[in-house]
């Protein structure tokens, strides 16, 4: 408790007991739940890249969206499927 140099006190013991019990007994806010990744399951997204990185993938025809996710997952630390 801390007292203003006349001796008051300048905060109120109980609305400080009650932010510090609100504090210590309140649940934190949880974000949805994290869903574990089934391997091999493909997911439709909507990703933005560059023209120039969509067309060196593309060259080699059919297969280029398989190509970009090896890519990636090389990228990201993940074995292959």
């Given amino acids: 408790m801390s007292r ?11 609305k400080a007991a009650e932010a510090a019990f609100k504090k210590v007994t309140t649940k934190p806010i949880e974000g949805p739940p994290k869903t574990a990744a089934i391997p091999g399951v493909k997911e439709t997204i909507t990703l933005r890249i560059d023209q120039d990185v969509l067309a060196y993938f593309q060259e080699d025809g059919p297969g280029w969206q398989e190509r970009i996710n090896a ?11």
Wanted: aromatic residues 0%.
């Fill in 4 to 14: 203003s140099p006349g001796g008051r006190r300048t905060t109120d013991p109980l």
């Fill in 71 to 81: 890519v990636l997952r090389k990228a990201a630390g993940k074995s292959g499927d």
